[in-house]
């Protein structure tokens, strides 16, 4: 994975987290985290790739105890500053983890919620994500859960943008068999694309398939922003659209995202 993403710490959040379409789409895998939250045993969350510590933030507001890690260094301080800005430094730490050469041993507790938002583990190549899968159980408490917001192999939104705009490789990139490179924001970042069959196969065993949810089928992805920024009534007509297509998991192959959730058996 490397450094790539400290570059793009500093306009993330404008970029993304606080966009209307990311806001939206971050509103529906809220939702769906409330919705389990009576599931849970405890309130012992390890956060994979945080990022800027948006949802960090959040579920700390919301009763939890998180252990928010992340490759970049530039992420975990903005992570922190807002830690002390919403005076959360009792709920949240943060720390450096590369999914790459995951080891649970570094940490000194177990947890009732392993969750990663947004293509934090598309970072990691298959087998990576293979060995990842393997580990987590020895970190979960009994009956805990993984919950990742994943990009799947195609996205509708995505494939019909760069056909409109003759950009035929972009228009593919994620059914590629190995590695895409993702220019979206700045430099190219090495992006593996995940079905949730795959997923699903590679934990049996280990875990059991609560729920599989798509996550912007009918909502436009944020590199659409500067379109739908003009036409909100648009993107507020979309977001009932998606208020039907996120009750059911037909549609998560297709979307800019899927929501998968995996109980420890």
Not at 198 to 219: C, D, E, H, Y
């Amino acid at each position: 994975m490397g450094m790539p993403f400290d570059h793009i710490a500093s306009t993330y959040d404008s970029l993304f987290a606080h966009s209307p379409t990311g806001q939206l789409q971050r509103k529906r895998v809220w939702k769906y985290i409330e919705s389990i939250l009576p599931e849970l045993k405890g309130f012992e969350m390890l956060e994979l790739n945080c990022g800027t510590g948006e949802d960090a933030v959040l579920f700390g507001e919301g009763g939890f105890n998180i252990v928010a890690t992340d490759i970049s260094e530039e992420m975990l301080k903005i992570t922190e500053k807002k830690a002390e800005q919403y005076s959360m430094q009792n709920k949240i730490s943060s720390h450096f983890l590369d999914l790459d050469t995951f080891n649970e041993t570094l940490f000194d507790k177990k947890f009732d919620l392993v969750f990663s938002n947004f293509g934090g583990i598309n970072c990691i190549n298959p087998d990576s994500m293979k060995i990842l899968l393997n580990k987590l159980p020895t970190i979960l408490n009994p009956g805990g859960r993984f919950i990742g917001v994943v990009m799947p192999r195609f996205c509708a939104w995505e494939t019909i943008f760069f056909l409109l705009r003759f950009q035929f490789k972009k228009a593919f990139r994620r059914s590629a068999a190995k590695e895409a490179l993702s220019d979206i924001y700045g430099p190219n970042i090495k992006t593996w694309y995940y079905r949730p069959s795959q997923i699903t196969a590679w934990s049996k065993g280990n875990f059991r398939l609560v729920s599989l949810r798509p996550i912007g089928v009918a909502l436009p992805p944020a590199y659409l922003e500067r379109f739908f920024s003009m036409k909100k009534r648009w993107l507020l007509r979309l977001d009932k659209i998606e208020k039907r297509f996120s009750e059911t998991s037909l549609f998560s192959g297709m979307a800019d995202n899927y929501i998968i959730d995996l109980q420890l058996t």
